[in-house]
């Protein structure tokens, strides 16, 4: 068995932390350039009404992303487990089950996807000028959902074992592949939303294929054989608990974020496009929370995997104030360089449209620095496998959120959506802090991971 050069259960903390979390960082930045060049594309190539179809159909298509990238968070939590415990057999068995129940998962999901598009699209009052366009992105998507899953599951697997950084390179390749596809398919044949689709669907194919490739050969860690090949009730019963709890916290926002985009929708193209500019451009903020709660879980995990639970307490204390500063820093960054930042995003839409945008930005400013504490605590419970309090609180901000955009947008248009978020990231920390402070004795005393 391979030396374990990627474990996180060994150096300081925060120096560990540190360098496993910037490749993460610099991949779900990555991850948002890769989204964001089919709205900069088609904002440029094809027109505004088009840029708002890939808006809307971008939130539709979050949540299946997320359903399945919540699935592998949850697979990744047992896989760091078993990889800091050193129960290869049992990290093997996991892997194997994992990938194929996510796989019949993700086609499932894909096929039912396609078959309810259309009511979907209604029931979030897609505007009919767009509802077409969002439709035949969505259509062309899904159908190579299957490959989304897959990136993510060699992409967690390696993550489980320390290596952040392996990823990365070919998310790259995907990234620059998808780029060339889009500009070919859509600024030179033509093809329209339906061309930004098979882009996508392409350049993630490849991507699986060269991170599957890379993963079994040069770790031998994650090599399995055809003993691992058997039906393993208890792997099956662990992989779908963590998974699907991991799935509903992921999906639940995104949910949720649909909702809002129905109080949205009726505002009009022009309030749409201003919508999807600015989440465009706040998702590569937000990453940075992403990525620390997905460096946290893995560390956490690995270390109480390994019995150093102390260890893995003074990693997330020192984590904690490391998030809050980088939200207050890059709070002001948005501020200053969202007016410059929008058109590069949207391309040519109407003057209006980013007066919208920045408004919505400027107020979410003010609570930016609240997301990183929420995604702190995420971190530190799935790792601590207290799977069920994510969930349970991502369902009460989101709740609160869309709650209040419905009441407060007709009134303040995006800003009222600004509030609502706001109030939600103030809900969901008060949640984590209390159910924290009532758990901390219980979970360090006991320090076995919870079966949710």
């Not at 796989?103 to 979030?124: E, F, M």
């Not at 270390?303 to 102390?310: E, P, Q, S, T, V």
């Not at 530190?380 to 009441?407: A, E, H, K």
Request: one cysteine or more; aromatic letters at 12%.
């Amino acid at each position: 068995m391979q030396q374990r050069t990627h474990d996180l259960t060994e150096g300081p903390p925060m120096a560990r932390l540190s360098w496993f979390a910037l490749p993460l960082l610099l991949g779900n930045l990555m991850q948002q350039l890769y989204n964001a060049v089919d709205s900069i594309i088609v904002g440029r190539f094809v027109g505004e009404n088009a840029f708002a179809a890939i808006g809307v159909a971008g939130t539709v298509m979050n949540i299946y992303i997320f359903v399945l990238v919540g699935f592998c968070t949850g697979f990744s939590i047992l896989f760091a487990s078993y990889f800091g415990a050193g129960d290869y057999d049992r990290l093997h068995s996991s892997l194997v089950t994992s990938c194929w129940f996510g796989s019949l998962l993700s086609l499932a999901g894909g096929l039912g996807g396609i078959l309810l598009l259309r009511p979907l699209l209604n029931a979030i009052r897609t505007p009919a000028d767009i509802a077409d366009d969002a439709a035949l992105y969505l259509r062309t998507v899904l159908m190579g959902l299957i490959f989304t899953f897959l990136y993510n599951f060699f992409a967690a697997a390696l993550r489980s074992i320390g290596s952040s950084a392996s990823a990365l390179f070919f998310l790259l390749l995907a990234t620059v592949i998808h780029i060339l596809l889009d500009i070919l398919f859509v600024a030179v044949w033509g093809m329209g939303v339906r061309g930004v689709g098979l882009a996508t669907v392409i350049s993630q194919a490849i991507s699986v294929v060269c991170c599957a490739l890379y993963a079994f050969r040069t770790f031998p860690a994650l090599r399995v054989s055809k003993k691992d090949f058997y039906y393993n009730r208890r792997a099956l019963l662990d992989s779908a608990n963590y998974g699907a709890v991991s799935a509903l916290q992921s999906s639940s926002l995104y949910i949720g974020k649909l909702f809002i985009q129905s109080a949205i929708n009726p505002l009009g193209p022009v309030t749409i496009a201003a919508f999807s500019a600015a989440t465009r451009l706040e998702d590569f903020l937000l990453t940075a929370g992403d990525s620390g709660s997905a460096a946290l879980t893995v560390f956490i995990a690995q270390n109480r995997g390994a019995g150093l639970y102390d260890r893995a307490l003074r990693g997330f204390f020192s984590w904690q104030r490391v998030m809050i500063g980088a939200g207050i820093v890059l709070s002001l960054l948005m501020y200053v360089s969202h007016p410059r930042l929008l058109p590069l995003i949207a391309g040519n839409v109407r003057p209006e449209t980013f007066v919208i945008a920045g408004r919505y930005l400027t107020a979410m400013c003010c609570f930016y620095a609240l997301s990183m504490v929420g995604c702190c605590f995420v971190g530190y419970f799935r790792g601590v496998g207290m799977i069920r309090i994510p969930f349970l609180g991502t369902t009460l901000q989101i709740g609160i959120r869309v709650l209040l955009s419905f009441l407060l947008t007709p009134f303040l248009s995006l800003c009222g959506v600004a509030v609502a978020t706001g109030a939600g990231w103030i809900a969901i920390i008060i949640f984590q802090t209390a159910v924290y402070r009532s758990s901390f004795h219980q979970i360090n005393d006991h320090p076995s991971m919870e079966k949710s």
